[in-house]
Nanobody, 126 residues
Framework: QVQLVESGGGLVQAGGSLRLSCAAS????????MGWFRQAPGKEREFVAA????????KYADSVEGRFTISRDNGKNTVYLQMNSLKSEDTAVYYC???????????????????WGQGTQVTVSS
C-alpha cells in the first residue's frame, strides 16, 4: 500500500519560512518524479514544484520561483519543500504527489501524478 505523509505545515507570519516534508512508502520512490501541489479554499488544486527521480531537474510555478526550493533524499524516501519569503497568497493545503515515471512533465498537472498524500495546512498571516 502506497502512502505519502506530509508534515511541517503550520501558521507563519508573512516573510517567514517553513519546510514541508513528505515521507513516502513507495517501493519505486527512487525512480519516481515527485511534486508538490496546493489548494486554497474555493480554488482548484495547482502545481507548485516538481523534481525528477535523480533530483537533477526541477520545475516551479511562476508564483513561487525564487522563493521555494524542492529537494529529495532517496535514501530516506523523502521529498522536501523549503518555502521562504512566504506571502498570504501562499495559504493553502499543500499536497505531495508521486508519478509512476521518473521525468518531470512539461506542463505539470494533477493528472500526471498517481499517488497523493492527505495534505498539510500552511497558513500565512499578513
Amino acid at each position: 500500500q502506497v502512502q505519502l505523509v506530509e508534515s511541517g505545515g503550520g501558521l507563519v507570519q508573512a516573510g517567514g519560512s517553513l519546510r514541508l516534508s513528505c515521507a513516502a512508502s513507495l517501493r519505486t520512490f527512487s525512480s519516481s518524479a515527485m511534486g508538490w501541489f496546493r489548494q486554497a479554499p474555493g480554488k482548484e488544486r495547482e502545481f507548485v514544484a516538481a523534481i525528477s527521480w535523480t533530483g537533477t531537474n526541477t520545475k516551479y510555478a511562476d508564483s513561487v520561483e525564487g522563493r521555494f526550493t524542492i529537494s529529495r533524499d532517496n535514501g530516506k524516501n523523502t521529498v522536501y519543500l523549503q518555502m521562504n519569503s512566504l506571502k498570504s497568497e501562499d495559504t493553502a493545503v499543500y499536497y505531495c504527489a508521486a508519478r509512476t515515471r521518473g521525468s518531470i512533465p512539461s506542463n505539470p498537472g494533477v493528472q500526471d501524478y498517481k499517488y497523493w498524500g492527505q495534505g498539510t495546512q500552511v497558513t500565512v498571516s499578513s
